[in-house]
């Protein structure tokens, strides 16, 4: 069935370095795509969204961008710091459908 | 804290056994929606209301599964007769859906901590 998977499933950078997690997705019927950040023992915590009718969102110290053609979303992180350490899940929704469907998650190792 | 919030965060229980989960949405929030969680994997959506009433309910959502929210305000998700491949973390979000269309849905869940489930 249509899934939205992740490349990386762990991503260790450098205290200070950008970090870039990627996602795939499959489902042409998506409006939205959405990460989220799942620190140990709590539950996940909304970061940044984008809608299809935009390439590239940016908010604080994330970037947020989406390649229609190749079904493709990253999220980009500037000047990593340990309190990021985390796993980050991309997730996809639609107006069509009133679920966010999520993918299987990357995790981040912030090395100070 | 006005967060969402889910009792207990831990169960543990025998092999058959019912348990039963209860989440608290934001207060105005007026969906409110199940996931399971596994070590390792993203969540896994298993039903959501729109106030009081239950819009969809997930293929993994066996008969022994089974949510309410009666007042559209809490909700309870019953596990009847456990099984050990029901352990997994159990996670309620909420969120403010304020009209139709596209400009409704922004995919911002707010979740609970979880109910983490432990089935011997």
């Known amino acids: 069935g249509e899934n939205v998977g992740l490349h990386l499933p762990t991503l260790s950078v450098q205290e200070g370095d950008n970090s870039i997690i990627n996602c795939a997705y499959s489902?042409?019927?998506?409006?939205?795509f959405i990460w989220y950040k799942q620190e140990s023992g709590k539950g996940p915590q909304f970061i940044i969204d984008?809608?299809?009718?935009?390439d590239k969102r940016q908010g604080q110290r994330v970037t947020v961008l989406l390649n229609k053609t190749v079904k493709h979303l990253s999220l980009q992180i500037a000047a990593t710091q340990p309190g990021d350490s985390a796993v980050y899940f991309c997730?996809?929704?639609?107006?069509?459908?009133?679920?966010?469907?999520f993918g299987p998650g990357t995790s981040l190792s912030v090395i100070p | 804290d006005t967060g969402v919030s889910q009792d207990p965060r831990h169960k543990i229980t025998k092999r058959g056994q019912n348990v039963t989960f209860r989440c608290d949405p934001i207060s105005e929030h007026n969906r409110l929606y199940w996931y399971r969680q596994t070590l390792g994997q993203g969540p896994e959506f298993l039903t959501y209301f729109q106030n009081e009433a239950q819009l969809e309910k997930s293929r993994l959502l066996s008969d022994r599964f089974s949510a309410e929210r009666p007042k559209g305000s809490f909700s309870t998700l019953e596990i009847q007769r456990t099984e050990q491949g029901d352990s997994a973390m159990y996670l309620c979000a909420s969120s403010l859906q304020t009209g139709t269309g596209y400009s409704a849905n922004t995919g911002e869940l707010f979740f609970g901590e979880g109910s983490r489930l432990t089935v011997l």
């Open positions: 984008i809608r299809s009718n935009m």
């Open positions: 997730a996809e929704g639609s107006t069509s459908y009133d679920k966010v469907i």
């Open positions: 489902n042409s019927a998506s409006d939205y």
